[in-house]
């Protein structure tokens, strides 16, 4: 789990094997914000706790929760894929 979080924190990209993929709302444009910020709280649900955004080379992620514990990978990362990725 420490290298899972270096990765995440340190590297450019961020391995599609340990990402669940997520059809996402579009996150730009007028509106999308609030709808978009909605859908990941509905998705992380009780396991929602810093809830983490991260553009990466190989795409946008999502990690519901990003605080420094061992556990915080099991609650759920997420490769988001919307219509413009």
């Given at each position: 789990?420490?290298?899972?979080?270096?990765?995440?924190?340190?590297?450019?990209n961020?391995?599609?094997?340990?990402?669940?993929?997520?059809?996402?709302?579009?996150?730009?444009?007028?509106?999308?914000?609030?709808?978009?910020?909605?859908?990941?709280?509905?998705?992380?649900?009780?396991?929602?706790?810093?809830?983490?955004?991260?553009?990466?080379?190989?795409?946008?992620?999502?990690?519901?929760?990003?605080?420094?514990?061992?556990?915080?990978?099991?609650?759920?990362?997420?490769?988001?894929?919307?219509?413009?990725?």
């Amino acid at each position: 789990m420490v290298v899972e979080r270096l990765v995440w924190v340190n590297a450019d990209n961020y391995p599609d094997w340990l990402a669940y993929d997520l059809s996402s709302p579009p996150l730009e444009g007028p509106g999308n914000l609030e709808k978009a910020a909605a859908f990941f709280d509905k998705t992380c649900g009780d396991n929602r706790g810093q809830l983490s955004v991260k553009n990466k080379e190989n795409g946008i992620f999502m990690r519901c929760d990003d605080s420094v514990s061992l556990n915080s990978w099991f609650k759920g990362v997420y490769h988001l894929r919307t219509e413009a990725n």
